[in-house]
T-cell receptor, first 114, second 110 residues
């Protein structure tokens, strides 16, 4: 009964390095999301995928790319990490992209960029 | 973008009722309002959602006025385990983007 699984749980990068955050869900959900959470800022949507094969920008997409590899997996890539991208990253999924579908979250990836 | 405003923090004692309000001035017309609870080092967890008037489930009630520009999460008889951060989530009317509130940190004391 894993739900949404994120890997890794922690990561430290140097400025300029690249990194892919992985997310997988086992609930057969169509929609998946990537958020970042910073102190005092709540959660901000980076990218989302309403269904397999589609991706759309959220509120803060700059500096990130995503890939909806299949229905289960949605990855987030930082091509050239910057200190401003130090944050906690959460992946979520929902049955559909409609707001009346509750989102199920993973436990986050804590990313520090030096 | 829709601006969602919540109180930064609230304190309560065990057994009291707690009401947390979220103001959302540009909510999407047809979207639901959803509330989440988050404990340290965990992802947010769904609590309740509604479209209008009042919704109640086994853990909370949600009150939404007719203009839908705000919503109030009501936690009856809180316990120490309700200490967490609570977020509202709405859709923005202009962009259809999902917008989380900034969160309310609830501290429950014995």
């Amino acid at each position: 009964n894993a739900g949404v699984t994120q890997t890794p749980k922690f990561q430290v990068l140097k400025t300029g390095q690249s990194m892919t955050l992985q997310c997988a869900q086992d609930m057969n959900h169509n929609s998946m999301y990537w958020y970042r959470q910073d102190p005092g800022m709540g959660l901000r949507l980076i990218y989302y995928s309403a269904s397999e094969g589609t991706t759309d920008k959220g509120e803060v997409p700059n500096g990130y790319n995503v890939s909806r590899l299949n229905k289960r997996e949605f990855s987030l890539r930082l091509e050239s990490a910057a200190p401003s991208q130090t944050s906690v990253y959460f992946c979520a999924s929902s049955e559909t992209g409609a707001l009346n579908q509750p989102q199920h979250f993973g436990d986050g990836t804590r990313l520090s960029i030096l | 973008l829709a601006k969602t405003t919540q109180p930064i923090s609230m304190d309560s004692y065990e057994g009291q009722e707690v009401n947390i309000t979220c103001s959302h001035n540009n909510i999407a017309t047809n979207d639901y309002i959803t509330w989440y609870q988050q404990f340290p080092s965990q992802g947010p967890r769904f609590i309740i959602q509604g479209y209008k008037t009042k919704v109640t489930n086994e853990v909370a009630s949600l009150f939404i006025p007719a203009d839908r520009k705000s919503s109030t999460l009501s936690l009856p008889r809180v316990s120490l385990s309700d200490t967490a951060v609570y977020y509202c989530l709405v859709g923005d009317h202009n962009t259809d983007k999902l917008i989380f509130g900034t969160g309310t940190r609830l501290q429950v004391f014995p």
